[in-house]
Structures are given as C-alpha cells and as structure tokens.
C-alpha cells in the first residue's frame, strides 16, 4: 500500500490537477473514490479530512493537504528535486501563482462552473459561466501567443492547474474552436510524458 493517498472524484477536475501530477513525477499513490452524489463528502469521516467538503484531498502518511493547488505545490515542494514543476526562484515562482490563482478564479467561475451545470444540473447561470468561460479564453489565447507554456519556458504546476476544466470546456457547452493557442497548448500537456487524461462525459460533447 503507498504511503500517499488521493481521494478524488473521476469527473472532477480539481482532482484530476492532483492525479496528474502525481503521474508525472512518477509517484505511486492510492486512489480512493469518494461518492458526491451520494453525498460522502459531506460525512464526519470525510469532513475529518476536509472540513470544507470537498475533494481533492491528499494524505502523505501523517499529512493531510486539502485544496488542489494547495496539493500541487506540495507535491512539487516535495517531490520535484529540480524544481522544474514551482520554482524557487521568486519571479518565476511568482509566475506560477499568477496562474493557480487563475485556475482558482476565471477557470472555476467559467468553463468549470459551465460544465458543473451540465453535468451536476448545478443550479447556477449558466449564460454568465459560457460568458467568463470566452473572456478568460480569449486572454489565454493571446498569452500563449507565440510562447510554449503559461509561465516560464517549461512545464509548470501552472500549466496542471488550468488544463482539466479547459480541456473538457466543450463538456460546459464552451467550444474551443476559436482558441488554436490555447488548443495548441493542450495539446503540449497532453504530450508530457506520464500524461493521464481526466475521464470524459458524454454530456454536452455533441454540442
């Protein structure tokens, strides 16, 4: 059994952040399901864990992390010994906060809540979701223009945190067809070696 332990929701992307780059830096970790629709992480046990009530939550033996970008940047802190994932250097390091705090805002609030509706029948507008979902796009496309990664010249935990929601934005009724930057740069994540994909609805793919 790993010492590491992911409790996490196949269709979460949040999770999927975590999931991901414990892939990538080859780490072995238990992967343990928690059943929203059923409400499992609202229960005592879980709410031990996180008393938020959500997932992703990750235990390294007697630490528990709650909070996906939390997550990742322990991960990285340490688990990463080149520090190519968050680096220390404060400009750079900087960089890719910028860019959590991106995923934690504009994404959550727009492609994420959007697919939310879709999938979860989330009762929240769905109209202002698609339309945060196209401004924060629209300034990711022109970012990536003519440059390879979010921040910095590499792959950064930056990167992890934005690609789930944004990849499955079509599940959010959210097409990609009008940002080849940004398509061009899921298509480099995907490439990374250890890359795992988030599971895919049917709901909302036909749109």
């Avoid at 929701?9 to 991901?20: D, I, V, Y």
């Avoid at 401004?135 to 496309?141: A, E, F, G, P, V």
């Amino acid at each position: 059994m790993s010492n590491l332990k992911l409790y996490r929701h196949p269709l979460s992307g949040h999770a999927h952040r975590a999931e991901l780059l414990l892939s990538i830096l080859g780490l072995n970790a238990d992967i343990i399901d928690v059943d929203l629709m059923q409400g499992e992480h609202k229960q005592a046990e879980f709410l031990k864990k996180n008393r938020f009530g959500q997932v992703p939550v990750l235990e390294d033996g007697e630490v528990t992390i709650a909070d996906s970008n939390a997550i990742l940047v322990y991960l990285a802190s340490k688990y990463d010994k080149h520090h190519t994932w968050l680096p220390l250097e404060p400009v750079a390091a900087a960089e890719v906060q910028r860019f959590l705090s991106v995923a934690a805002g504009a994404v959550a609030s727009g492609p994420a809540t959007a697919r939310l509706i879709n999938l979860f029948g989330a009762k929240l507008d769905k109209d202002k979701a698609i339309a945060t979902a196209h401004s924060i796009l629209d300034l990711l496309n022109q970012h990536l223009h003519r440059r390879d990664w979010l921040a910095g010249n590499q792959a950064t935990i930056a990167d992890l945190s934005n690609y789930a929601y944004i990849a499955h934005a079509p599940e959010g009724d959210v097409s990609l067809d009008n940002y080849p930057n940004v398509k061009a740069w899921l298509q480099r994540i995907e490439a990374l070696p250890n890359f795992i994909p988030m599971q895919s609805s049917v709901v909302g793919l036909a749109a």
